[in-house]
Each structure stands twice: as C-alpha cells, then as structure tokens.
C-alpha cells in the first residue's frame, strides 16, 4: 500500500522575511526522503532562519514527522530564528496536543497574523526562548 500513496510535497513561499513551506500529503518521511527537513536545512544554509509552516494540506502525521517538526525547529533556533505551525488539520492538531508540542510550538490559524508574529520575536529578543531546555527534552525521549 505505501507504494501507492503520493509523496509528500513541501513548497518555499518567501514573505517578507518569513520562508512559508506548503506542505502537502502525509508526513511520514524517511531518512532517504524528508522533504521538510531538507528544504529547512538548504533555506538556513543560505542565511534564512525564519519559518511558518502550513500544515493545512497534511492529513497525517506519525512520529517521524513530529521529529522532523521539532528538528527544525531547533535548527530555526540555532540560527536565531524561530518555527512556527500554521493551519494544522484536525488530525494534525490532535497528535501536536496529544505530544504536548502546543506547548513548543506557536500555532497560528490565519498566516497573516502568524506573519506579523515574527516582527514581534524581533523586539522581545531578550525574553527566554519558549520551549524546553534540551536536557528536558531528551530526559523525556
């Protein structure tokens, strides 16, 4: 059956100074094909470290893609960036609440507001990032 499913699609809309990735299908990558982690990495590569990702369009999400979610994320916060979620489907939305993510990631409904969100990191700078220390989240793991 998995050969038949379609492959995740992920699409890099840059606004303003925020890289909005459309995602697209069911997020269950593999470590031949994670197409969000990639495109991330090559966008941060390239000097980018802010990203909203629209999960609108994603019917499904196991493990690996909540890992895939949070490795970018850190990988956003490494660069002095930030990550956040956008439109999660019903589905979507379940399985962050379910996994406690709510509480690390800024989830947004409408892509304007969640836009204008980074302006505002910008000047709260000096505030403590939000989430959980890395030795909180692997004692958990």
Same mark, same amino acid.
């Given at each position: 059956?998995?050969?038949?499913?379609?492959?995740?699609?992920?699409?890099?809309?840059?606004?303003?100074?925020?890289?909005?990735?459309?995602?697209?299908?069911?997020?269950?990558?593999?470590?031949?094909?994670?197409?969000?982690?990639?495109?991330?990495?090559?966008?941060?590569?390239?000097?980018?470290?802010?990203?909203?990702?629209?999960?609108?369009?994603?019917?499904?999400?196991?493990?690996?893609?909540?890992?895939?979610?949070?490795?970018?994320?850190?990988?956003?916060?490494?660069?002095?960036?930030?990550?956040?979620?956008?439109?999660?489907?019903?589905?979507?939305?379940?399985?962050?609440?379910?996994?406690?993510?709510?509480?690390?990631?800024?989830?947004?409904?409408?892509?304007?507001?969640?836009?204008?969100?980074?302006?505002? %990191? %910008?000047?709260?700078?000096?505030?403590?990032?939000?989430?959980?220390?890395?030795?909180?989240?692997?004692?958990?793991?």
């Amino acid at each position: 059956m998995s050969s038949n499913r379609r492959p995740t699609k992920c699409r890099a809309q840059k606004i303003g100074k925020v890289n909005v990735l459309k995602v697209t299908g069911r997020l269950t990558p593999d470590e031949n094909d994670d197409v969000i982690l990639s495109t991330v990495k090559q966008l941060a590569e390239a000097g980018e470290k802010d990203f909203l990702i629209d999960l609108n369009s994603v019917n499904y999400i196991n493990s690996t893609g909540v890992g895939t979610l949070i490795h970018c994320y850190r990988l956003a916060q490494s660069k002095g960036g930030n990550l956040k979620l956008l439109n999660p489907s019903q589905s979507v939305t379940h399985i962050i609440q379910v996994s406690k993510l709510d509480s690390i990631f800024e989830v947004y409904q409408d892509q304007n507001l969640a836009i204008e969100s980074f302006n505002h %990191d %910008d000047s709260l700078s000096d505030n403590p990032k939000k989430g959980r220390t890395r030795k909180q989240a692997s004692e958990e793991e």
